[in-house]
Nanobody, 127 residues
Framework: QVQLVESGGGLVQAGGSLRLSCAAS????????MGWFRQAPGKEREFVAT????????YYADSVKGRFIISRDNAKNTQYLQMNSLKPEDTAVYYC????????????????????WGQGTQVTVSS
């Protein structure tokens, strides 16, 4: 129903910033709750942030709260993750995720709550 393609990953020094983009196609973008997850080598995929369909509300993992900003532009079928004050522990493959929902209650914070995934983009933060 939807294809997701992440971009914007790369190498950045600690304290720097990076903006990830996730372009969606083949879908009614505004019908989807969107999220970002990340997976570091040898670790489980972990929740980063999520945003409601309208962009009216967001929720973040404690590890990134105050540093990362999730946003979406439904007119452009794109969601973003602005990452500021990056730390080496932010190094991971970052994945865009989406799920079509008919109602929004609790924020969706586990991988199993999402149906569609992008291919991932590598973010490396050097110290």
């Amino acid at each position: 129903q939807v294809q997701l393609v992440e971009s914007g990953g790369g190498l950045v020094q600690a304290g720097g910033s990076l903006r990830l983009s996730c372009a969606a196609s083949g879908s009614t973008f505004s019908s989807y709750v969107m999220g970002w997850f990340r997976q570091a080598p040898g670790k489980e995929r972990e929740f980063v942030a999520t945003i409601r369909r309208s962009g009216s509300s967001t929720y973040y993992a404690d590890s990134v709260k105050g540093r990362f900003i999730i946003s979406r532009d439904n007119a452009k079928n794109t969601q973003y993750l602005q990452m500021n004050s990056l730390k080496p522990e932010d190094t991971a493959v970052y994945y865009c995720a989406a799920v079509a929902v008919t109602s929004e209650l609790a924020f969706r914070t586990t991988p199993g709550m999402y149906r569609y995934w992008g291919q991932g983009t590598q973010v490396t933060v050097s110290s």
